[in-house]
């Protein structure tokens, strides 16, 4: 088990930036890590994943763009996620998680079993 630690969630405007971490208490280099985020009243949503082992990226069309992940090659313990040119649809919890890689890293349904407690994002118009 792995446990995760979001943090630098915060209050933006509309067209700024923010980058969020995901600590994690292990390196990860055999997982699929992914961040998620839950609006207000809205169901979770997948927003990026990334295979820690190969560095392969996956992201919805709402943020293809936009955001980036990115992983620290030292350690493989700290997942990233760069958000540029942010809207006021982007405001959330955001949440990571991470599950042993196969070859589903990514796509809709893949089993994630660790998960952190949330960072709070709003943007504002």
């Known amino acids: 088990q792995v446990q995760l630690v979001e943090s630098g969630g915060a209050s933006v405007q509309a067209g700024g930036s923010l980058r969020l971490s995901c600590t994690a208490s292990?390196?990860?280099?055999?997982?699929?890590m992914g961040w998620f985020r839950q609006a207000p009243g809205q169901e979770r949503e997948a927003i990026a994943a990334i295979s820690s082992r190969t560095g392969s990226t996956v992201f919805p069309d709402s943020v293809k763009g936009r955001f980036t992940i990115s992983q620290d090659k030292d350690k493989n313990m700290v997942v990233y996620l760069q958000m540029n040119e942010l809207k006021p649809e982007d405001t959330g919890v955001y949440y990571c998680?991470?599950?042993?890689?196969?070859?589903?890293?990514?796509?809709?349904?893949?089993?994630?079993?660790?998960w952190g407690q949330g960072t709070e994002v709003t943007v504002s118009s």
């Open positions: 998680a991470a599950g042993v890689w196969t070859v589903t890293c990514g796509t809709v349904g893949f089993p994630y079993r660790d």
């Open positions: 292990r390196s990860t280099y055999l997982y699929c």
